[in-house]
């Protein structure tokens, strides 16, 4: 048995896959918003440690797909605008990913006022001023990111930020199709609730408040999803 899991031949992607996933992650995450520019192939190659060819091959793919553009006439490559109606990967998992985000972002959360140092506290005012002056999805998608990456990177445990990355990446690419005013108004509400414990070193009271946001959340999602005709699992 040991031999059979040692010996078991390894599924290693070439490297340019390496790339798309990180691009097409940066795109779901609101790192990178529709019409963005691409920093340079020379810049994306020697911060990501591979080849030119490696990222050529990578915006390739990912040109093929409608996610970035090469605009006629100008240089560099852009997040294609209508990246919304492109990110269709909604894979019907969307109950599972808020039952692990309700794990593991409550513990963060909770080492987050544990740990958290006067410069974090500063970084979260900036996510919620951000997502309290965002007028749409984009900018909405990209400080409610830095907002709950923040506070994993406050955990001080990269497991647990490694985990709430993915877990976001996997199920906020269909809701750029749908109004966010809810979601919106909520989620100022719930961070705001989650950064008063938080600055209060409240461990239990930012655990409760991260675990009330993100259920608030959820029933919003799902309602979303319902009026949009999806099918959600319970």
Do not use: W
Not at 91 to 97: I, L, R
């Amino acid at each position: 048995m040991s031999e059979d899991f040692l010996l078991r031949p390894l599924d290693a992607p070439p490297a340019y896959a390496a790339v798309v996933e990180r691009i097409r992650r940066a795109v779901t995450l609101g790192v990178l918003l529709p019409g963005d520019r691409l920093p340079p192939e020379r810049t994306l190659a020697e911060g990501m440690q591979v080849s030119r060819v490696t990222v050529r091959e990578a915006l390739r793919v990912l040109q093929g797909e409608g996610l970035l553009l090469t605009k006629r006439g100008s240089s560099g490559t852009i997040v294609s605008p209508s990246v919304a109606e492109l990110t269709d990967d909604y894979d019907g998992k969307t109950a599972e990913v808020f039952e692990v985000r309700l794990a593991v972002e409550t513990m963060a959360a909770r080492l987050a006022a544990e740990r958290g140092r006067p410069t974090d506290l500063q970084v979260l005012d900036s996510c919620q001023a951000a997502l309290e002056s965002s007028t749409d999805i984009h900018a909405f998608r990209r400080a409610d990111s830095n907002f709950h990456l923040a506070i994993a990177r406050m955990s001080g445990n990269t497991m647990l930020s490694q985990v709430i990355e993915d877990t976001r990446a996997s199920v906020f690419s269909r809701l750029d199709r749908s109004n966010f005013a809810v979601i919106y108004e909520s989620s100022s509400r719930g961070h705001a609730d989650v950064i008063a414990a938080i600055k209060n070193r409240d461990p239990d009271a930012a655990a409760a408040a991260m675990a009330a946001h993100i259920e608030e959340a959820r029933d919003e999602v799902m309602a979303v999803f319902s009026e949009l005709g999806h099918e959600i699992p319970e």
